[in-house]
């Protein structure tokens, strides 16, 4: 069975970091993509970020652009995104999301449809 479990979310002042932690379960990273996803109250889901586990390849929605970074650390199943220089604009719960196949993000990562499997979310919230 697939999982996806988020952690790492809380409360920061503008300005601050914070560094999510996906831990996925029931499938090697071998052949599966990643993603970051966020949804604030009253707003459509955004894609965040995306990491491909063939080719190491990754991308951003254009918001948090220099400002987040995503990895991964295969040996401890986990996917991590850090945020620096958060806005109170990045407030939303965040979701990672896994689909299997062979991915390259160099141009854009897949909307939110594709994935199949989904976390729960961690709430990140930003004080102004």
């Known amino acids: 069975e697939v999982q996806l479990v988020e952690s790492g979310g809380g409360l920061v002042q503008s300005g601050g970091s914070l560094r999510l932690s996906c831990v996925f379960s029931?499938?090697?990273?071998?052949?599966?993509?990643i993603g970051w996803f966020r949804q604030a109250p009253g707003k459509v889901r955004e894609g965040v970020s995306c990491?491909?586990?063939?080719?190491?390849?990754?991308n951003y929605g254009d918001s948090v652009k220099g400002r987040f970074t995503i990895s991964s650390d295969n040996a401890k199943n986990t996917v991590y995104l850090q945020m620096n220089k958060l806005k109170s604009e990045d407030t939303a719960v965040y979701y990672c999301?896994?689909?299997?196949?062979?991915?390259?993000?160099?141009?854009?990562?897949?909307?939110?449809?594709?994935?199949?499997?989904w976390g729960q979310g961690t709430q990140v919230s930003v004080s102004s």
């Open positions: 999301a896994a689909v299997r196949g062979v991915y390259n993000f160099n141009t854009q990562c897949l909307p939110h449809s594709f994935y199949l499997y």
């Open positions: 029931g499938f090697a990273f071998d052949d599966y993509a």
């Open positions: 990491i491909s586990s063939t080719d190491g390849s990754t």
